[in-house]
């Protein structure tokens, strides 16, 4: 890969990385003394009660069946056809609630699978989750591409997820030096 392409990559991964850091409402499903880790004790855990925690400490915990992402929480096939619905049926970007709705989207993904895997939940609703995702991704992808052709307001820079806002600038910033290369016409003035 070339520069551009392994900053904006890093960039990426950086959003990922905090959005990691945001904390999700999760829900115990099996009493677990817990533990210490760093000075830091996670748990106990009782059974029927709702935790917060940053994401990454939640993970371990919902992998091993010990929490699940909570109903305030969740984000599943349901809710992302109801996203990808609304970006199909309105031509302006969307502002979404959460500005890492992308990334929260990405990362629970996990989640479906889990289910999947455990089969709570049919392959046909991962499956759903998939395709709704791309059709919320595209839908974005397109509109962002259209709003980098030129300078826009603050208001529309607004309704952009944290991704969003790294990707239409690279955009616009890219197109403009394109434009700019073709419509410096040459000219037998110097």
Not at 2 to 14: A, P, T
Not at 102 to 129: C, G
Not at 140 to 164: F, G, N, W, Y
Request: proline residues 2%; aromatic residues 12%; contains cysteine.
């Amino acid at each position: 890969m070339n520069k551009i392409e392994d900053d904006f990559l890093d960039s990426l991964k950086r959003i990922n990385f905090i959005f990691r850091n945001e904390e999700v409402y999760t829900e115990c499903i099996k009493n677990h003394n817990g533990f210490s880790m760093l000075g830091d004790k996670l748990g106990p855990f009782e059974k029927g009660k709702k935790y917060k925690l940053k994401l990454f400490l939640a993970v371990p915990f919902i992998k091993n069946n010990i929490l699940k992402v909570a109903p305030e929480s969740k984000c599943d096939n349901v809710d992302l056809q109801r996203f990808a619905i609304e970006e199909r049926d309105d031509q302006k970007i969307i502002q979404r609630e959460n500005d890492y709705f992308l990334n929260k989207i990405k990362e629970f993904n996990l989640f479906m699978e889990k289910e999947v895997m455990e089969n709570n939940i049919p392959q046909k609703f991962l499956d759903d989750y998939k395709s709704y995702f791309t059709s919320v991704l595209d839908s974005r992808i397109l509109k962002i591409m259209r709003i980098a052709k030129s300078d826009t307001s603050v208001e529309v820079e607004k309704r952009l997820a944290i991704s969003e806002h790294l990707l239409y600038h690279n955009i616009h910033k890219i197109i403009s030096i394109w434009r700019e290369f073709f419509l410096s016409l040459a000219s037998l003035k110097g």
